[in-house]
């Protein structure tokens, strides 16, 4: 759980997703007893995510060590924007007595480090030997500004089931989550031109797509459906679009994520030829 290896430690810092100094070593008496790997993007001034966090303690000790590396982490890069730490697991972990232990003692760690938020997330992925779903017979995709995409972002957010979506409307209003949006989406990799408004044939606004990539792969980022038009099935001609979108520009792989508790998007995958792949242990600011 949560190893990086010699080979992806180096493949990483040729990147400069992994830095140096973004790499944390916890002494005690001369001796290494944990370390802590955090991963921005190659032209990032500060890293975004705590990919890997060890210890080499009994879980108590495992705990103070961990929350000590998160801390200096944290303190050394500073408030200029939120930081994460994910703890990739096996998708059924909470079958497995070493990973429930492994994600309790990380998840105090993360509590006692300054993390106040946790959610769990499944992650999705198909390739294009894969079944394609068929295209909507019912919905039309066009381009649309980027104060268009801002307004649908804003209206979905209506009885949302994603925990950072609820979160962040909680503390900090519609509005805010909607300015968030648009420029977190904006400034991943990806095409702006792939981004779709859709609508019935009778120019009704139904939702949106957006297709975008992580460091990685093709991404399934955001896709969202209006409150009036939910339970009708409409998340599955959304996401067939996204899938024609990424295998139709030569994209081999998709990847998704969904929150474990999404029911309906976790459906949606599995109905559009995704296969689980992991969890992961999301805990944020």
Known sequence: MAWVDASRFAAELS???YRPEWSWIAEEGGRAV???LWWGTPTAD?????DCLLTSGATGAAENVGAALIRAGRDAFGSAAALEFNVDVPPRWNDDPAAVAAVRWRDAAARAGGFTRRTERVSFARSDADPWPERSTRLRFGAASDEAFRELFARVAAGSLDAHTLDMVDREGVDALADDDLAFYLSLPGEREAWRAA???DETP?????PTRTAYDASISYLGVLPEHRG???VHDLLAEMVHVHHGDAQARIVGTT???NTPMRAAFERAGFSLTRARIVHAQ
């Open 34 to 36: 944990g370390r802590a």
């Open 206 to 210: 139904v939702g949106f797509i957006v």
């Open 232 to 234: 009708l099935g409409y």
């Open 46 to 50: 500060r890293p975004s995510t705590l």
């Open 259 to 261: 929150d474990a508790a």
């Open 199 to 201: 609508e019935l044939q």
């Open 15 to 17: 990147t400069r997703s």
